[in-house]
């Protein structure tokens, strides 16, 4: 069983190991993380998922940005250790996360990436 909560500073610098393992130690060097570069994530969408006696197993973060004049916010990265996908977990922390950000009033989400990447199991 799992549980999602929003992400605190230890799930964040945690969370770093998860995105190596999906992701490759080269992930630094993709196009999205330029849109991240000096800008803090939005903590209010960012989510974690903990499974009992095993800790941090996935998360999904969200940085502030702007598409014209509208309020958005950039999805991403969202990762799931291996051996959890294919149990709704990346599901489950879009689907909360985006429930944040909807209530929120934000006007778009953004999305960019390579849906083939690993880590990208809804």
């Known amino acids: 069983m799992y549980s999602i909560a929003s992400m605190s500073a230890a ?3 945690a969370y770093e190991d998860i995105l190596d393992i999906c992701f ?11 849109f991240r570069d000096n800008v803090p994530a939005s903590s209010e969408f960012c989510m974690s ?8 197993i996935g998360a999904i973060q969200y940085w502030p940005c702007r598409v014209n004049n509208l309020r958005a916010e950039l999805l991403g990265p969202i990762a799931v250790l291996p ?9 489950a922390l879009v689907h909360q996360s985006m429930a944040r950000v909807a ?15 690993e880590g990208m199991d809804l």
């Not at 998922?49 to 941090?56: K, Q, S, V, Y």
């Not at 051996?83 to 599901?91: E, L």
């Not at 009033?105 to 390579?114: A, E, K, R, S, Y």
């Open 103 to 117: 209530e929120a009033g934000v006007d778009i989400v953004v999305l960019v990436g390579d849906p083939a990447s």
């Open 11 to 13: 799930d964040a610098a």
């Open 24 to 34: 490759g130690p080269g992930r630094k060097a993709k196009i999205s993380y330029r």
């Open 49 to 56: 998922a903990h499974a009992d006696g095993e800790g941090l």
């Open 83 to 91: 051996h959890w996908r294919g149990r709704g977990v990346a599901r």
